[in-house]
Nanobody, 119 residues
């Protein structure tokens, strides 16, 4: 059984930084794309950043230059370094992996971690 566990959320002042992590465990043979999504209260979930198996990255326009997504394939782990945080970054952040396990290819989600940017 595959599980994704996120960590690193919390309360930070505007202009501050946080680093989110998402680690996958289980019978995993290959991870393709990885991504971070976020959902603020009363808003739809939006894609924040993605990183593919070859290291290509893509970002939501509003986080470009402030957030950096990365992956450690040996550890089945993905990171999101968030700098210069703004109140509008406040949301629950979820990680998503497209991967191959003993059950075949599927998409898996983490439980979510709260990020609150407030003074």
């Amino acid at each position: 059984q595959v599980q994704l566990v996120e960590s690193g959320g919390g309360l930070v002042q505007p202009g501050g930084s946080l680093r989110l992590s998402c680690a996958a465990s289980g019978s995993i043979s290959r991870i393709n794309a990885m991504g971070w999504y976020r959902q603020a209260p009363g808003k739809q979930r939006e894609l924040v950043a993605t990183v593919t198996s070859d290291g290509s990255t893509n970002y939501l326009d509003s986080v470009k230059g402030r957030f950096t997504i990365s992956r450690d394939s040996a550890k089945n782990t993905m990171y999101l370094q968030m700098n210069s945080l703004k109140p509008e970054d406040t949301a629950v952040y979820h990680c998503n992996f497209d991967l191959r396990s003993g059950l075949g290819y599927d998409s898996y989600w983490g439980q979510g971690t709260q990020v609150t940017v407030s003074s």
